[in-house]
């Protein structure tokens, strides 16, 4: 598939925040600095796809929401010009077997359930690879890839022409997990029981493909699995990746044939530099991956039914990524709340500088801004120390935290406004903090915090969206003005009809928050906000 527009891409130099990035390296199972020629113009950035064959999971969400907060603080905390590519499985065993199964082509099976994948992603807010990479669209290159390993004495072929390759050949097999090789075992084809297939031979009735294309001769059959991502990768970068990810489960076997056929097939010593794994996603109370041969999966469609991508992508990010991350419904309340937090704050902070709460004055922004400078200090830590989302997530809550108190300070104090003219006002200090966090939020994708936007009022043009902010204003001054007379004269039947009216707002994603004698408001997620 072709790929998209990179658009211009410039030489970068080495940052402070660059050279103190340390990742966890599978090899020597401890951080290691990153260890990447920053003078290139691009970083290459490969991720295993699906092989599509059935609807996506939460399983599957969890690895590539993650790693896409993987890849968005690469590129805009550390500023690394990464180049992503993806692959699809779009022929393996599962895909036969399941369009047997429906009694359909397994080329229809296949175009459906990645077109499924790919808008998945969408909804989760995953950002699409720069080069979409299909299986069956590289088998030429897949062929010559495998004729040079058995060139070069790596690979052998059987009887019934499928090709194999020989681990032993390869004395640094088992590099990412250790491996023993056992003897050969009797009435088996391969020489030994950790060789892993290249090419398979075709069997009747199954799709199948010979090598009088790539211009040499292989039995008709079709790609093995780990040949397949090798070769994709290698017909985008080269013979050298700066990344490769996938999931914890992916290390081994797939991972480390991916590397042994790479490394004979380049000649090089080692052909990822790091190799990044994220954890499985369990059920609450249970010990074992999401797994449709288990049957205990949730579809994407299916969460999305009862969650926001933002709450499931609090989720992620509220744990490390090479963690086991659980899902239900008892974590889901609490990224939601935490998600909550912040939206809340977003709010307070625009009423504040809107002038609808009473400013402070005084020594607090001094303090405030001492409070973001530490903050931005211990989130760049946290990022560089192996990606600690969890805990940079808490550093930017704290300080939140920190600058509602001076944001309500003087309606929890009852101080009037008149009384609080000395010193500076800490306007300038909140709008600093409130810009700081929301850029760090968007900057590992969450969508809530952006300022209303077409997407959040369900796509509608910006005329209509003009006339419908009218429409509200003009709601809330109303029910301010009955909220005003409620006050004066303590009719509790007035305070209903208000509190009605904002019921009625918040179903229509808009909540109104009251300050005094005054109101605000702002267009929300009706999930995010929670009921």
């Not at 005094?516 to 906000?529: A, D, L």
Request: charged share 25%; hydrophobic share 35%; glycine share 6%.
């Amino acid at each position: 598939m072709f790929p998209r527009p990179f658009g211009p891409i410039r030489r970068i130099c080495t940052n402070k925040l660059t050279s103190e990035l340390r990742l966890y390296d599978g090899k020597s199972k401890e951080k290691v600095p990153l260890a990447i020629n920053l003078q290139k113009p691009f970083l290459s950035f490969y991720t295993c796809g699906p092989t599509v064959y059935d609807s996506a999971h939460i399983g599957h969400a969890s690895c590539y929401v993650r790693l896409d907060i993987l890849q968005r603080i690469l590129k805009h905390h550390f500023r690394l010009p990464l180049v992503t590519a993806m692959n699809i499985t779009d022929i393996d065993d599962k895909i036969i077997a399941r369009a047997n199964e429906r009694g359909m082509d397994w080329q229809v099976l296949a175009r459906k359930y990645e077109a499924e994948f790919w808008n998945d992603l969408t909804h989760l807010n995953v950002q699409a690879p720069d080069v979409k990479l299909r299986v069956t669209e590289h088998i030429p290159a897949i062929v010559r890839f495998v004729q040079t390993l058995i060139d070069k004495g790596y690979a052998y072929r059987t009887d019934d022409g499928s090709v194999y390759f020989e681990t032993s050949k390869y004395e640094r097999y088992g590099k990412l997990q250790k491996v023993i090789l056992e003897p050969a075992q009797e009435a088996s084809s391969k020489r030994h029981p950790s060789d892993f297939a290249l090419w398979k031979a075709s069997k009747p009735g199954e799709p199948a493909w010979s090598g009088e294309g790539a211009g040499v001769s292989v039995t008709s059959g079709r790609p093995g699995w780990h040949i397949e991502c090798s070769t994709m990768a290698s017909h985008v970068f080269g013979k050298r990746l700066d990344f490769h990810a996938g999931g914890l489960d992916l290390r081994f076997p797939h991972h480390e044939n991916e590397e042994t056929q790479s490394c004979c097939y380049h000649d090089v010593p080692d052909w990822v530099t790091h190799w990044i794994h994220t954890g499985q996603l369990h059920l609450e109370g249970q010990t074992h991956k999401m797994s449709k041969s288990l049957k205990n999966t949730i579809s994407i469609a299916e969460l999305l039914q009862t969650h926001t991508d933002d709450e499931f992508r609090m989720l992620c990010l509220l744990s490390h990524y090479r963690s086991v991350i659980e899902y239900g419904p008892e974590s889901m309340s609490t990224a939601s709340n935490v998600l909550r937090k912040f939206v809340s704050f977003f709010h307070d902070s625009k009423a504040y500088v809107d002038g609808l709460k009473p400013h402070t004055y005084g020594s607090s922004e001094e303090n405030l801004f001492d409070c973001l400078a530490k903050t931005q200090a211990t989130v760049d830590a946290y990022l560089g120390n192996d990606f600690n989302t969890a805990n940079s997530v808490l550093a930017l809550s704290d300080l939140i935290s920190i600058a509602q108190k001076t944001i309500n300070g003087n309606e929890q104090s009852g101080a009037s406004a008149q009384s609080q003219f000395i010193g500076a006002s800490n306007v300038g200090a909140v709008l600093a903090v409130t810009r700081y966090v929301r850029e760090q939020l968007l900057s590992y994708g969450l969508q809530s915090f952006e300022r209303t936007t077409q997407r959040q009022v369900d796509g509608r043009d910006a005329d209509q969206f003009a006339i419908l902010e009218s429409v509200v204003e003009a709601m809330v001054r109303t029910r301010a003005e009955i909220r005003l007379r409620a006050l004066e004269t303590k009719d509790k039947q007035l305070f209903l009809v208000c509190d009605q009216l904002r019921n009625s707002l918040k179903t229509a994603g808009i909540e109104l928050k009251d300050h005094g004698k005054t109101s605000s408001w702002s267009w929300v997620n009706n999930r995010s906000v929670g009921e």
